[in-house]
């Protein structure tokens, strides 16, 4: 993209209110190296110029397909990542803003408490040979946020929060399930009482009856503790059940951003929609839904992005223009935030309530 | 129902127990079903109820330490008209002729991980011409001629091109074509479906379950999907088995299942689902977690978690209840047999 689009103009949201997590023009470029001396010959391009908002309070659903680059957002929210440009603009509890894109070692290190993560896989995100009171207990031991004694109180009290016996802190995470372990998991990420937690992917490895526990308990988490999530998945019906809102990812761009039912109900972008016609809809009955959309074809190459719109060659609205204009993120009233060149055009077709 | 023409597969009192160390873990405990040609059946439940060494069964590729203790899998083959042959799958000697015989011909199998199903050290088109030289008098031109046939067939594209790569060059929807195609390569009567499209996107999903359904119709195979996805079932399933720790407790055709779920598992699974089409609401829970193998709970394993249990369901393992031909339910709350010494003693 030639110009550059300030969030500001592009989403009215940040009039109701100061955002928890101003992201602006996000770009994060890994480099591919070729030959021996590390020639660097292009550039994977897994986000590219992403902005949103996030509110407090509000969980934010990211989706899309598999490399579309959710993941790389939410690593460089929490600066996993050092992103390559803009700017994540972090707003502290006494209303001043921090660009979390520009600080660096120590000074970090406080936010790292605020901003905190639960990852997908229960099984490899927790240290084998850690115990659980030390997987928890770890983050406030490096930054010394409590003397030893508060801690194990912390710990015993985080534990009871996400529904795990304290009396088993000492136990290690092989004696744990699957659901077990991912409460770990967020324990480990509330223990600080952050702002925000980014989880990614974080129910999709479990079982359908656990995942439910977890959903609930998330829920539950965020209204008792006043959390923000940034909730990260390609599972449109689970982020159909959590999110306010939802952004859709499509090869390190941001598609589109609105309310989850708008999402849902009105999609403005055909890969929302064709994404939305893709779920299998737990229901028989509805099985012969007429002008089900098949997306032909792969996701593209985000080191070799199409021209254009990156959708053009599977999209089944793409006129000439598609392939020659990168559309612009455009907000199309009540914060419903669109990268279409028709999408004022376009009659989509969203999921049918029942 | 032995008598239908239509039978491919059937199974019978199936047991499958794997001798640890900690113990006998019963996997699969008394499993009836079978799978007709043309039909899909589903197979659903939660990790470790057993599903996927059902399938491996069928195939006698059960690993080690699991053994088929007891039952049956019979596989019937069409010799004539009115003449049709048994096989006893289960009483076929593991690394035997027979068995390999049938493995890739007549029942083949698509796995949940396609890059580790696939060899990294062969080319896609090497695996499949393997497949069809093994089971037929091809050639190698032949074979490999076959094996662009079915790449084409499977809507990979440029397949004279993608038959030469290597596994790891292709995208996971891609390789899941090519296991496909391998597996479809000497039309099989019936495919085996372990989670094949587990991981994969949404999007590659739909292409692969059409792509499944498109092959079922033009060849009237069968086919046993197992998945723990309820949507997926939805779609594409004539008939739904689900599966808690190492037995169905209730099968069904789709719509039974879906529309009047009578076991109290199926009833609490489908509550628990998060639904594109609902809005946001409290999900409801199925209490605890699947227990422990080595912990099986006394009578029926369900009882800790049920919200129907009564005080017999702990000490009595419930018996296979047909509510009607098409509808059966493992379940104490059906079996008026095993309800009346309870208030007997309750009065």
Same mark, same amino acid.
Do not use: H, S, V
């Given at each position: 993209m030639t110009e550059q689009t300030p969030q500001s103009q592009l989403s009215s949201a940040s009039k109701n209110g100061q955002p928890l997590l101003e992201v602006n023009n996000l770009k994060m470029y890994f480099p591919i190296v070729k030959g021996l001396f590390g020639k660097i010959s292009g550039y994977v391009k897994a986000a590219d110029d992403v902005s949103f908002l996030i509110q407090p309070g509000e969980t934010l659903g990211l989706v899309g397909e598999s490399g579309c680059g959710k993941t790389t957002v939410g690593r460089c929210l929490v600066r996993a990542y050092q992103p390559t440009d803009g700017s994540i603009l972090y707003r502290l509890a006494d209303g001043t803003d921090v660009d979390l894109a520009k600080v660096d070692g120590k000074e970090l290190r406080t936010y790292r408490t605020d901003i905190r993560m639960i990852f997908q896989d229960p099984y490899s995100s927790l240290n084998p040979r850690m115990n659980v009171f030390e997987i928890i207990s770890e983050v406030l031991r490096v930054n010394e946020m409590c003397s030893p004694k508060e801690m194990e109180y912390q710990v015993a009290d985080t534990m009871k929060q996400c529904g795990l016996r304290p009396e088993y802190m000492r136990r290690y995470p092989h004696a744990f399930s699957g659901g077990e372990r991912q409460r770990i998991g967020i324990a480990r990420a509330l223990v600080t009482s952050p702002r925000l937690i980014v989880c990614d992917e974080a129910v999709s490895g479990l079982d359908v009856s656990v995942r439910a526990q977890i959903l609930n308990l998330m829920e539950d988490l965020r209204r008792d503790m006043d959390l923000t999530y940034l909730f990260i998945s390609h599972d449109l019906s689970v982020i159909r059940h959590i999110c306010d809102r939802v952004a859709v990812m499509y090869v390190g761009k941001l598609v589109e951003v609105a309310d989850a039912n708008a999402i849902y109900t009105n999609p403005l972008h055909p890969y929302t929609e064709s994404l939305m016609s893709a779920v299998p809809i !737990? @229901? !028989?009955? %509805? #099985? @012969?839904? +007429?002008n089900r959309i098949r997306l032909e074809g792969e996701v593209a190459d985000p080191a070799n992005p199409p021209s254009g719109c990156y959708f053009h060659p599977r999209c089944r609205y793409a006129k000439d223009v598609c392939s020659v204009e990168t559309p612009v993120l455009r907000d199309m009233g009540n914060d419903h935030i669109v990268a279409c060149h028709f999408a004022e055009e376009l009659e989509l077709t969203g999921v049918r309530m029942s | 129902m032995a008598d239908n023409n239509n039978v491919l597969v059937q199974v019978k009192d199936l047991k499958i127990h794997f001798f640890t160390n900690e113990g006998t873990v019963r996997a699969v405990d008394g499993v009836t079903f079978d799978i007709r040609s043309g039909k899909t059946l589903c197979m659903v439940g939660e990790s470790g109820c057993g599903k996927s060494v059902t399938a491996r069964a069928l195939l006698q590729i059960v690993h080690r330490p699991g053994k088929i203790v007891d039952g049956n899998i019979v596989l019937y083959r069409k010799k004539s008209h009115n003449q049709t042959e048994e096989i006893h799958i289960s009483e %076929?000697? =593991? +690394?035997? #002729?027979d068995i390999r015989s049938i493995r890739g011909k007549e029942i083949s199998m698509i796995f949940q991980e396609p890059m580790t199903s696939l060899s990294p050290l062969y080319t896609v088109g090497n695996q499949i011409m393997e497949t069809v030289r093994l089971h037929t008098r091809a050639d190698k031109n032949q074979a490999r001629e076959r094996a662009l046939e079915m790449l084409n067939f499977v809507g990979i594209p440029r397949p004279e091109r993608i /038959?030469?790569?290597? =596994?790891? #060059?292709?995208s996971g929807g891609m390789r899941q074509r090519a296991m496909i195609a391998m597996a479809l390569s000497c039309n099989p009567r019936l495919l085996i479906a372990d989670e094949p499209t587990t991981a994969l996107d949404v999007t590659t999903q739909a292409q692969i379950i059409d792509l499944m359904q498109g092959l079922q119709r033009d060849y009237d195979m069968g086919i046993l999907f197992i998945t723990h996805d309820l949507g997926v079932v939805a779609e594409i399933a004539d008939n739904v088995a689900v599966m808690y720790l190492g037995n169905v407790v209730e099968y069904s055709d789709v719509y039974t299942i879906f529309n009047d779920p009578q076991h109290p598992y199926t009833q609490s699974l489908l509550r628990s689902i998060p639904k594109v089409t609902a809005t946001r609401e409290k999900l409801e829970v199925i209490r605890g977690m699947v227990p422990s193998p080595f912990r099986r709970p006394s009578g029926c394993p369900f009882h800790p978690r049920c919200?129907?249990?009564? =005080? /017999?369901c702990s000490e009595v393992e419930p018996k296979t209840i047909s509510l009607n031909e098409n509808h059966q339910v493992h379940c104490l709350l059906f079996d008026e047999s095993a309800k009346k010494p309870v208030r007997e003693m309750a009065s």
């Open positions: !737990p @229901d !028989p009955n %509805l #099985r @012969d839904r +007429k | %076929l000697e =593991p +690394k035997g #002729r /038959i030469d790569e290597y =596994p790891f #060059r292709l919200t129907k249990a009564m =005080p /017999i």
